[in-house]
T-cell receptor, first 115, second 112 residues
Framework: QQQVKQSPQSLIVQKGGISIINCAYE??????FPWYQQFPGKGPALLIA?????SEKKEGRFTISFNKSAKQFSLHIMDSQPGDSATYFC??????????????FGKGTKLSVIP | NAGVTQTPKFQVLKTGQSMTLQCAQD?????MYWYRQDPGMGLRLIYY???????DKGEVPNGYNVSRLNKREFSLRLESAAPSQTSVYFC???????????FGAGTRLSVL
C-alpha cells in the first residue's frame, strides 16, 4: 500500500515557468517531509524539507507548501531552468523505534524544462 | 570526503548466481539503508541498520540479506538472483534522527 502519492508522473515546463509537484500522505505519524532531486545516473540528493508545524518553506527558487489538515504538500519551482530537469521525489519520515527512522518515498516526477 | 561509496557500479548476473553489493560511508553516520529503484516505483526500502550491530527489514526484503560489518560498511547480498531483482540499488546513510539521507551513486544490476 503506497503511503505517499505523488503527481504528476511527468511534467514539461517552459523555461521561466513554474513547476508544481504534489504529494499526499495518509499516515499522520509522518513528522518530516523532504524533497529529493535526482539527475540521470546519480543518487538522489536532498533539495529542501519541511516540518508539519510550518505551512511554507522557501529556499531560493524552491518552495514547499504544506497543508496539514489536507495531508498534502507540494514543491514549487519558480523561474524553472533547463538545469532543473531531473526526477523529483517527495518523501515522508516515520519513526520505526530504537532511535531509527525510515523514509517513505513517492514514485517520482520527471521534470523536463524546455528552452 | 567521498561520502557514500557503492561497488560495483554495474553488474550482470545469470539467474541463480549470488553476489554482494558493497557500501561504505566516511561520514561517521550511525544509520545506513539499502533501497531499490525501479521505473515508476520510486525508491523502496529493502533493509536498514539503525546502528552498528542492528539490522531490520524494510518494505521489500524478500530475496535479500544484509550485513552491517562495522560502522562504515553495510553490504547487501543476493543469494540466488532472479530477473525480478533487476534494478538500480542505492545505499544511503544518515545521522541519528535522519533529517538528511546521503545517497551513493547506485549499482545497476541486471539479472538475465
Amino acid at each position: 500500500q503506497q503511503q505517499v502519492k505523488q503527481s504528476p508522473q511527468s511534467l514539461i515546463v517552459q523555461k521561466g515557468g513554474i513547476s508544481i509537484i504534489n504529494c499526499a500522505y495518509e499516515n499522520t505519524a509522518f513528522d518530516y517531509f523532504p524533497w529529493y532531486q535526482q539527475f540521470p545516473g546519480k543518487g538522489p540528493a536532498l533539495l529542501i524539507a519541511i516540518r508539519p508545524d510550518v505551512s511554507e518553506k522557501k529556499e531560493g527558487r524552491f518552495t514547499i507548501s504544506f497543508n496539514k489538515s489536507a495531508k498534502q504538500f507540494s514543491l514549487h519551482i519558480m523561474d524553472s531552468q533547463p538545469g532543473d530537469s531531473a526526477t523529483y521525489f517527495c518523501a515522508a519520515r516515520s519513526y520505526s523505534g530504537a532511535g531509527s527512522y525510515q523514509l517513505t518515498f513517492g514514485k517520482g516526477t520527471k521534470l523536463s524544462v524546455i528552452p | 570526503n567521498a561520502g557514500v561509496t557503492q561497488t560495483p557500479k554495474f553488474q550482470v548476473l545469470k539467474t541463480g548466481q549470488s553476489m554482494t553489493l558493497q557500501c561504505a560511508q566516511d561520514m561517521n553516520h550511525n544509520s545506513m539503508y539499502w533501497y531499490r529503484q525501479d521505473p515508476g516505483m520510486g525508491l523502496r526500502l529493502i533493509y536498514y541498520s539503525a546502528s552498528e550491530g542492528t539490522t531490520d527489514k524494510g518494505e521489500v526484503p524478500n530475496g535479500y540479506n544484509v550485513s552491517r560489518l562495522n560502522k562504515r560498511e553495510f553490504s547487501l547480498r543476493l543469494e540466488s538472483a532472479a530477473p525480478s531483482q533487476t534494478s538500480v540499488y542505492f545505499c544511503a546513510s544518515s545521522v541519528e534522527g535522519m533529517t538528511i539521507q546521503y545517497f551513493g551513486a547506485g549499482t545497476r544490476l541486471s539479472v538475465l
